[in-house]
T-cell receptor, first 111, second 112 residues
């Protein structure tokens, strides 16, 4: 079964605005990852945050992790039309070798 | 550098027909391999994963099976497809859960 759940399911913003999406998960983890999927394509890794980290940055991306609340957020600053895609969080569930993905947030950036 | 190949990109199969989707990885040894299915507009459901040749773990009981005949080859199969098997199938590899996963471009399967 899926481990995570993203919120909101869909998000539409104007170019230049910031986009924030959230992920909640159910069990303890070693790390949490965020991926991006363009329509009909494979997923591309964006950023990984370990369970002992609280915040991580990569370019225009900022990820936070709150293990006490079992939640993470992905912030995309100064959004561009090219950021239009679906974004998924993935966790390892602290057991085995599996990656479990959330339900995804569909982001539309309007030029 | 590592690459992952997944084929075919699209497939239309009649109900009751067999299925074989293949995924190969280059440039790495003993990767963890994964098969996911994505229903339209939905998240990814983990179907199978493998940590070594001949080692397959199934996440969801279903009409599908997986095999790993070689270190960098992962095959998803079915003897008789159902309409509910339609979806977008993604293969992925990783060196472990502490690192990122790399995905193939996916196979869109339509069972008619």
């Amino acid at each position: 079964s899926q481990q995570g759940e993203e919120d909101p399911q869909a998000l539409s913003i104007q170019e230049g605005e910031n986009a924030t999406m959230n992920c909640s998960y159910k069990t303890s983890i070693n790390n949490l990852q965020w991926y991006r999927q363009n329509s009909g394509r494979g997923l591309v890794h964006l950023i990984l945050i370990r369970s002992n980290e609280r915040e991580k940055h990569s370019g225009r991306l900022r990820v936070t992790l709150d293990t006490s609340k079992k939640s993470s957020s992905l912030l995309i600053t100064a959004s561009r039309a090219a950021d239009t895609a679906s974004y998924f969080c993935a966790t390892d569930a602290n057991t085995g070798n599996q990656f479990y993905f959330g339900t995804g947030t569909s982001l539309t950036v309007i030029p | 550098s590592q690459t992952i190949h997944q084929w075919p990109a699209t497939l239309v199969q009649p109900v009751g027909s067999p299925l074989s989707l293949e995924c190969t990885v280059e440039g790495t040894s003993n990767p963890n391999l994964y098969w996911y299915r994505q229903a339209a507009g939905r998240g990814l459901q983990l179907l199978f994963y493998s940590v070594g040749i001949g080692q397959i773990s199934s996440e969801v009981p279903q009409n599908l099976s997986a095999s790993r005949p070689q270190d960098r080859q992962f095959i998803l199969s079915s003897k008789k497809l159902l309409l509910s098997d339609s979806g977008f199938y993604l293969c992925a590899w990783s060196e472990g859960v502490y690192t990122e996963a790399f995905f193939g471009q996916g196979t869109r399967l339509t069972v008619v």
